[in-house]
């Protein structure tokens, strides 16, 4: 073969090998596309998994990844299940039990948490929350006497650990619940489980508004007002997070009622009252239980203990929202800031009603881990013509086409609340419940005319069942309230036309 060929023949070589190369599936460069799912009746709460996977059968290896993780890790931890190992163990008395990992390292946590906290974050913290309820029950206030045996009760040693032989000793009798960082360990769990089983750009694990952000992710998260109820209320900030975990606790979602006065769920375990000066305290870190040890801690300190505490540890933002409206925020805090959208009304000769409409939706219960159905709720004018859409709730990148009303109606032009797709952290609330506000405006911040509307309940379940309501309100008439019952995914809806609540 003479020179000149075989030059040539080399640089063909190359060159075909170069185009299979750029042609190979495997080597070319892929999208990541986000998925999202939503679950109730999860740790007691809700579940949001967002991931940002390079096809749907790796974000349906993470979603199935991370519920296998939470109902593994649910089986040691918790204190509800009686048969968890956390229960059979509390069940045990002065004898050395050989535990698993997980539990092992979650008790030390708390041993650790105690002390760095001096007593405001202890497991033993449910014998006063018992306290609290039981004199709920009855309208009444606990006694002093009972609030000093409650205190006397959390200062007993509650079990001793033995690192070596991974062993624990439960001492008391005492009633001991691992709440306040056992839903950040479950969800980290749960998170490095997913990204370990399959390829995936980024991973969101958000339970009850605690959450993990990980990998290639710039997630825009919004912080629930402590003092607005809906679940479309403007929030108190908006962040930009990535690579972070972050947990909020609050007073303003769980509590006891007695005689007309709000008593939050979380207590001093020191002083056996419920915590009243901070009302919410928001803390982003790079470990998950350190920000959910740190949020529901910075509810029981003062607020200079707590900024005290965060400056003595590395990488540690908070936002505390107190009762009389003060705000504190870490010397980082506005780097993590995003711009929150416009929520000025456009006005256009109409003054801001005065009330404003609630729905109260509560979807029909599910036994065990139940996907969200999709929804839409809205407003249309007397001309049917849709002036708001108030929910949408749906798989991003993926239509579902069963909400038919809503789609035949709105889908050419498809618009939603802008925190349809935005992660929301806040106290954690309930399964199932979920309350939304209209205020007369429509879709561009524009004040309506008051008069008839009627308000659309649209909510459809993939392989489920399927309701659509309507409720005709006078806006133009006094208060006013409804009673809307769904046939198969909604139980109840509560339709309000009131005053605007102070707070707006």
């Not at 990992?101 to 974050?121: C, I, P, Q, Y």
């Not at 409650?150 to 062993?167: C, F």
Request: charged share 25%; glycine share 6%; hydrophobic share 40%.
């Amino acid at each position: 073969m003479s020179k000149s060929l075989s030059i040539y023949f080399l640089g063909l070589c190359l060159f075909v090998s170069q185009w299979a190369l750029a042609k190979d599936p495997i080597k070319e460069k892929k999208t990541a596309q986000l998925h999202i799912a939503h679950y109730e009746n999860v740790l007691g709460t809700s579940l949001e998994i967002k991931t940002s996977a390079f096809s749907e059968k790796q974000a349906n290896i993470a979603e199935e990844t991370v519920l296998n993780e939470i109902d593994r890790l649910s089986k040691i931890l918790s204190g509800y299940d009686t048969n968890s190992e956390f229960s059979k163990w509390m069940n045990t008395h002065n004898e050395a039990i050989h535990i698993s990992k997980d539990l092992f390292s979650v008790l030390h946590l708390f041993d650790e948490w105690r002390m760095r906290t001096n007593g405001a974050l202890d497991p033993a913290a449910e014998i006063v929350n018992k306290v609290w309820k039981e004199a709920a029950t009855k309208s009444t206030l606990p006694t002093q006497e009972e609030l000093n045996q409650a205190i006397a009760n959390v200062k007993q040693i509650q079990w001793t650990l033995d690192e070596k032989n991974q062993t624990a000793t439960h001492i008391s009798n005492a009633a001991l619940k691992l709440n306040s960082f056992a839903k950040s360990y479950i969800i980290q769990a749960a998170v490095n489980a997913a990204m370990n089983a399959t390829e995936l750009n980024g991973i969101i694990v958000n339970i009850g508004g605690d959450m993990v952000i990980k990998g290639a992710i710039n997630e825009k998260v919004w912080i629930s007002n402590p003092k607005a109820d809906a679940e479309n209320d403007a929030p108190i900030d908006q962040l930009l997070i990535q690579g972070k975990a972050i947990a909020t606790s609050g007073n303003y979602r769980r509590g006891e009622l007695i005689n007309g006065q709000w008593y939050s769920h979380i207590v001093d375990p020191r002083t056996a009252l419920p915590a009243n000066e901070v009302i919410s305290a928001t803390v982003v870190t790079n470990s998950a239980t350190d920000a959910g040890a740190l949020a529901t801690a910075f509810n029981v300190m003062k607020p200079s203990e707590s900024i005290a505490m965060a400056e003595s540890m590395d990488h540690v933002d908070y936002l505390i929202i107190t009762r009389n409206g003060a705000r504190y925020e870490s010397k980082n805090w506005k780097n993590l800031e995003a711009s929150i959208p416009n929520m000025t009304p456009i006005i256009n000769g109409q003054k801001d009603w005065t009330k404003e409409i609630v729905i109260g939706l509560e979807l029909a219960p599910q036994m065990g881990y139940a996907k969200r159905p999709f929804a839409a709720i809205w407003i249309e004018d007397k001309e049917l013509k849709t002036v708001k859409t108030i929910a949408l709730w749906y798989n991003k990148g993926r239509w579902l086409p069963d909400l038919r009303d809503w789609y035949r109606k709105n889908g050419s032009s498809l618009s939603a609340d802008p925190s349809t797709f935005v992660s929301i952290t806040s106290s954690t609330r309930s399964p199932g419940k979920y309350t939304m506000k209209w205020d007369g405006k429509d879709d561009k911040g524009k004040v309506l005319s008051p008069g008839k509307y009627s308000i659309h309940i649209e909510v459809a379940r993939e392989h489920g069942g399927y309701d659509l309501l309507e409720q005709e309100v006078n806006c133009s008439n006094a208060d006013q309230q409804f009673t809307l019952k769904g046939n198969s995914e909604v139980g109840t809806v509560l339709v309000a036309y009131k005053n605007k609540s102070i707070e707006n």
